[in-house]
């Protein structure tokens, strides 16, 4: 039973250029959140994808977009990069209706972003 | 969602007993205790959650008192692959975002 996988593993882009992140959820799981990890802090979070939409967001600009496909996998675009956006981008996934532990996410290994 | 304070790192031996508390002082009546663990280069981990008194499974206990305003992890006999960042969520359980803090960076030494 595969994991959570995200890819690409590390990717370097320069100021002003687009980015797109992609996350294969954990077998069974229907739900998919992204979350931002700085050096040396913990993960923020950006938001999350549940039957295809965006459910909920937390306190990045629009400039941050995501997808989720029929299949449950998800995207993560980020539009004119800036020096800030550097950081380590996780993806989790989870099962909307998992019962007692729903605050149980499976987290991926996560795509190391940096911007020059 | 409730703010957390954990310590900022702790130290500790091979074989020995680990407690990192947390202190919720605005935990909410629907607020869950949740526990990350994080090692280097990788995504979090879940570890335990709990709502009040004592959960324990095969990694770890999660005590919280009645007052639900502060909770200790404990780790047993630690081993240096249990170096690590630790962090404490509080929120309702419902699966929706997940709030992380800075955490306590645990180094167990031999």
């Known amino acids: 039973d595969a994991g959570v996988t995200q890819s690409p593993t590390h990717l370097i882009k320069t100021r002003g250029q687009q980015v797109t992140l992609r996350c294969s959820p954990k077998s069974g799981h229907d739900t998919v959140s992204w979350y931002q990890q700085a050096l040396g802090q913990g993960p923020q979070f950006i938001f999350q994808y549940y039957e295809e939409e965006e459910r909920q967001r937390g306190n990045f600009p629009d400039r941050f977009s995501g997808h989720q496909f029929p299949n449950y996998s998800s995207e993560l675009n980020v539009n004119a990069l800036l020096l800030g956006d550097s950081a380590l981008y996780l993806c989790a996934s989870s099962l909307k209706r998992q019962g007692g532990r729903a605050n149980e996410q499976f987290f991926g290994p996560g795509t190391r972003l940096t911007v020059l | 969602l409730a703010k957390t304070t954990q310590p900022i790192s702790m130290d500790s031996y091979e074989g020995q007993e680990v407690n990192i508390t947390c202190s919720h002082n605005?935990?909410?009546?629907?607020?869950?205790i949740t526990w990350y663990q994080q090692f280097p280069s990788q995504g979090p981990r879940f570890i335990i959650q709990g709502y009040k008194t004592k959960v324990t499974n095969e990694v770890a206990s999660l005590f919280i008192p009645a007052d639900r305003k502060s909770s200790t992890l404990s780790l047993p006999r630690v081993s240096l692959s249990d170096t690590a960042v630790y962090y404490c969520?509080?929120?309702?359980?419902?699966?929706?975002?997940?709030?992380f803090g800075a955490g306590t960076i645990l180094r167990v030494k031999s």
């Open positions: 969520l509080v929120g309702e359980n419902r699966g929706n975002k997940l709030v």
């Open positions: 605005n935990i909410a009546t629907n607020d869950y």
